[in-house]
């Protein structure tokens, strides 16, 4: 037993060492000190070496002294049970981990005696065995025996001839009361004294023999222990007494126990196999682990074991195993075993041979089994995780969709090459940026993004359409979902962004809904479209607003496809949808709705003269004739206007409206017809003034009047202003209150004006040749002239043409022009100026007056405003108001013209007040030039 003990404790990498406490001397043994790496002399009697705690302190790791050297005080402080790991620096420098555990061993009386401790090096254990050295901590202690030997002679008749004192120790009898007694005394009642078959191989051998037994102390107490009888033999060599060696095995029972408690506890078991004799033995503790009976415990072939061993772990197992017995060396293998349930148990056998023969032949091998399914259960478990985040791995690079994974910050942490591909961004340049800031798109505000985090963070996720823009600067759509993830504790955030693009979805969207909402021949919204703005427009409008919807439909266009071909056909209708669409305003919608049926959306208009106008100008476009393959292709339409005023209305009831309308205008064959009779009235009425303005271009029915301005100091006249007037063939003389605004509505007041400045300039002209200068001549200029950016130039070549001196001529432009005014207006205006063209404010004073733009503007000179001067003899206000313009003009060097003086009084005033010029009925009535001549 003890040298299986030895060659355990040699396998086990362990030794024992005590602490007798009241002495202090420590004992230990020689397997401890070659844990150390040292050799000390041994005491031959006990195999124990004498030492101190200083030899085995030295070896302790620095780190961990201060540990160990507390644990050692508190325990002489107060004994208590000893477990302790810790490292040791070997002598040949190795560090090694260490497991001391020990018990406390007390006296007679119940004190504490001494310690005694098992050294272990778990360095092994720790790096490959977590989980058997966790169930091994949780042991208590391993304990060994101690001696109590007794020396008993007697004769062979079982008499007792002789004891020493260990005898009356161990059996508690003195040694007088002993000799003379027969051994019976000291076995239990019942049974055999001497076992009969260690006498017979005592007498058959002549040599010593030994066999576990159980003797009885004096008390009663049974007790194990082991027997050696020696012979001794006479001069003649034959048997005439034997001395019994009797040692006490009770510690070593218990502590037998204990062992076998821990190999239970720890799940490891100890085997033996003897190549030479080809038998394999287990301790009871490797047949628990199996769940076999101990009752069907047998000793074991080598084939027995084969087949025990899993069959795939057999082929890899044993040529390990006989390789090491070949080379020598010790070997750790695993493997499973079959279990007497059916079942396979992973164990761990860790073996070395420690006997061979006298030729060097293997003779015995001895280890260990340690189970290690949980180990292998945690292997697969971490193997699983392992494939687990492979497959996620391969997942994220692999992935068509970006991903990027971002801090608690939410900037970003990494990314996979899909979001390479799709933003143009590597990943060590998107490393630490917020995706909002490094693929900012600019559609989404700061807004946008807070209301997304929040979500996130109160939510956990959100899904949704993004834009971004690439490092090449091109934006993309997405569509984007955010996650926020922790870790196992909940102490870090994590936020992971998966994005797919979708600009080619949107763009297949847009294709679907070209083909689903805009007609394919004139690039118009198809009927459907139309529908659903007019749906939209009506739920958008305000109460003040109005909505118009105006259908137009071509007379005998089936005529046309018939006589010149659909191509025609198709050709006038590509046209009229493009010359529909400059017709209107950005906010209208033109639309095909079916064959020659075309629609228009007006959603925003101010009053329905302004649905009338844009009635004119959509007749208008039909007045040119198209050309196709060089011939002029005549068209007529027919336009139907259904209005939605301040009462709730419905698309069907605007549609069947302007359908009404419509059928009406056909019917009467006329170009327009609103649903109401008033409205269509109106509209007729704008609509024929713009067309009679036409006609009067045309046929040269507009004149021109001029009205003098006169220096108030001297009496002379100093310029003329031109006034357009149109005597109408049938209607006689129009207001130009009345036919500019409808000229500005309709298109015309371009060419009108054009005409005019023509017009004046060349009179003027005449006139300065025939002798009659008046300094110059002033031509009011309406917005939409001055807006044309050819305008400057049509004035210049103007003033070319004619030969007038670009200093004869002053343009005027109404004081409501100045208000938001368009840099390029300023930058026109002071063009004109730096040729000599002189710029005027007319009826200054009616409601935008300010020193904050006459400062800044290009402006020669104000004219105040008629309403003022009529009000001067009996309004103190206009008085007022009328110095003020005067001294602004003065402060600012402007000239200030006086319009619609009419009395002495007037002038006089103006005149005393310092005002320079004048303009008015009291000195001239608007006229011809020629009529003018003769007042002058």
Known sequence: MEFRLALLQEVACAGFWEYDLCSGQVKADVQLFALYGSSPSTDSDTGNTASSLDALRQHVHPDDLPRVEMHLREFCERPQPWNLTYRIIRNDGLLRHFRSVGRVESDAQGEPHRLICLEQDITDYQETLQALLERQRQLDTIFYRTSKISLIQGGLDGVIQDASLGAEALFGYPREE??????????????????????????????????????????????????????????????????????????????????????????????????????????????????????????????????????????????????????????????????????????????????????????????????????KHTEHELRLREQELQQAAIIFEESREGIVIADSDARIITTNRAFTEITGYPEEQAIGWRPQDLLESGYHDEAFFEALWQA???????????????????????????????????????????????????????????????????????????????????????????????????????????????????????????????????????????????????????????????????????????????????????????????????????????????????????????????????????????????????????????????????????????????????????????????????????????????RACREYQELRAKGHDWGSVAVNITAPELAEPAFTDRVLETLERTSLPPSCLELEITESLWVNTDPKTVETLERLRRHGVSVAVDDFGTGYSALSYLKDLPVDRIKIDRSFIHALEHESRATTITDAILALGQSLGLTVVAEGIETREQEAYLREAGCERGQGFYYARPAPLDALLLCC
């Not at 196999?273 to 101990?294: C, F, S």
């Not at 649903?675 to 609509?687: F, G, I, K, N, P």
């Not at 129009?734 to 005409?755: M, Q």
């Open 178 to 375: 002993l000799i003379g007694q027969s051994v019976n005394v000291l076995y239990p009642d019942g049974e055999q004294s001497i076992p009969a078959d260690l006498i017979e191989r005592l007498h058959q051998t002549g040599q010593e023999v030994a066999e576990e037994v159980r003797h009885v102390h004096r008390s009663g107490t049974e007790f194990p222990a082991l027997l050696n009888l020696v012979p001794i033999h006479d001069e003649e060599h034959q048997l005439v007494g034997v001395i019994g060696v009797c040692m006490d095995l009770s510690e070593q029972a218990a502590e037998r126990e204990r062992y076998r408690m821990a190999q239970e506890a720890a799940r490891f078991g100890i085997w033996e196999w003897n190549p030479e004799h080809d038998e394999v033995h287990w301790d009871e503790a490797t047949w628990r682990m199996l769940g076999y009976d101990l009752t069907s415990k047998q000793r074991l072939r080598f084939s027995d074991w084969r087949a025990q061993v899993h069959p795939e772990d057999l082929a890899e197992v044993e040529p390990v195993v006989l390789e090491h017995i070949k080379q020598g060396t010790p070997f750790t293998i695993e493997y499973r075993y079959y279990r007497a349930d059916g079942s396979w148990l992973w164990v761990q056998a860790r073996g070395q041979i420690v006997k061979h023969t006298p030729d060097g032949r293997p003779q015995l091998l001895i280890g260990t089994h340690v189970e290690i399914e949980q180990l």
């Open 456 to 758: 996130v963070d109160e939510l956990g996720t959100w899904t949704g359409e993004m834009w971004g823009r690439r490092r090449d600067g091109k934006i993309y759509s997405e569509w984007t979902t955010i996650r926020k993830l922790h870790d196992e504790q909940y102490n870090q955030t994590y936020y992971v962004i998966i994005f797919a693009e979708t600009t080619d979805i949107k763009e297949y969207q847009q294709q679907l809904e070209h083909i689903l909402y805009v007609d394919p021949l004139t690039e118009l919204p198809n009927r459907t479209l139309f529908w659903s703005r007019l749906e939209q427009a009506l739920r958008q409008k305000h109460n003040n607003s109005i909505l118009a919807v105006l259908l137009a439909d071509f007379r005998s266009f089936g005529e046309l496809n018939y006589s010149l071909g659909h191509a025609a056909g198709d050709h006038a209708l590509r046209l009229i949808g493009k010359r529909f669409g400059e017709a209107v305003d950005q906010t209208a919608t033109v639309a095909r709705l079916s064959g020659d049926e075309f629609a228009v959306l007006l959603p925003q208009l101010r009053n329905p003269d302004e649905a009338a106008i844009a009635a004119e100008r959509l007749l208008a476009t039909v007045e040119e004739p198209v050309p196709f393959d060089g011939t002029e292709i005549p068209l007529s339409m027919c336009l139907g206007v259904g209005i939605a005023a301040q009462e709730p209305a419905s698309a069907a009831t605007i549609m069947e409206q302007a359908n009404a309308a419509l059928r009406e205008a056909k019917r009467e064959g006329v170009g327009c017809r609103f649903y109401s009779e008033e409205l269509t009235q109106r509209a007729r009425d704008h609509v024929q003034l713009a067309s009679d303005m036409r006609r009067a271009l045309d046929a040269d029915q507009f004149v021109i009047h001029y009205q003098p301005q006169v220096d108030l100091v001297s009496g002379r006249w100093c310029g003329l202003e031109a006034l357009l007037r149109w005597d109408h063939p049938d209607h006689g003389p129009i207001s130009p209150a009345r036919f500019i605004p409808v000229a500005e509505r309709s298109g015309l007041i371009g060419r009108l004006g054009t005409w005019v400045l023509e």
